[in-house]
């Protein structure tokens, strides 16, 4: 429960700001597409060394940023979108990785690599976990003001700089990074509503871009930790559990929250005319 915990602390960090670009982008699918793009490489990586971290990770960072490049290379060179490019080799992925493990490994194998188990993760997920949190907030720091131009105003970028497809791919890879560093406790499947979940709650709680950084992180840790009690003393499963913690919290944002919520907008707070 402690290394849960702690894993739950990295993946928020990374996560949740991600989560938030992914929101202002328009993207929210495209990670859940990048999430199952993961699979595959993953899948050959288990195949090779089975259920190695280090292996299953190379192989999922691999074929992530390779389903990224794809799906960009195919919206530049025809009329299709880039969600739809994505959906597309989403499907592919995800198919070809469950066939993979299916192949090779157990049921128990599968599960494992779609829905993870994160009260077992050891030192060296724990490690990898906060290398990637901590990578992920010195680039978007780095990377700062390019992010958030390319979230309002892409083409701009393009056109003063010429930088706007290196930000572009810089961004994806972070994306990449943390579904990889989070489908080893949640699985490809449910790292993605650790990411989404908690930034779209953040969207009715604040407007700047930092507080929505710091609103997605930590309601994605509250998630994470309200979801592990409740898996402990109800005996489910934790990846569910903390999912679900998750989409709690979002709803009850929707409904309560102080910008843009039904409350918000349906109960108007008094006010007194002069």
Known sequence: MQRALVACLALSLGCGPVGVLLVLRRMSL?????????????????????????SMGLGGLIAGLAVALLAGAVTRVTALREDASFAAFYLIALAAGVLIVSTRGSNVDLMHVLFGTILAVD????????????VTLIALALLYRPLVVECFDPGYLRMVGGVGAMVHFAFLMLVVLNLVGGFQALGTLMVVGLMMLPAAAARFWSRSLWSLFAW???????????????????????????????????LLSLIFGTHDSLRARYLPTAHFAH
Do not use: K, N
């Open 123 to 134: 030192d060296a997920a724990l490690l990898l976990m906060a290398g990637i949190a901590t």
């Open 216 to 250: 997605a992180a930590g309601l994605a840790l509250l998630s994470g930790y309200s979801g592990l009690l409740v898996s402990y003393h109800g005996s489910l499963p934790s990846g569910p559990s903390i999912v679900l913690t998750a989409g709690g919290f979002y």
């Open 30 to 54: 495209v990670g859940d597409a990048m999430s199952h793009a993961v699979l595959p490489g993953a899948a050959v990586g288990f195949l090779v060394s089975g259920l190695s971290l280090w």
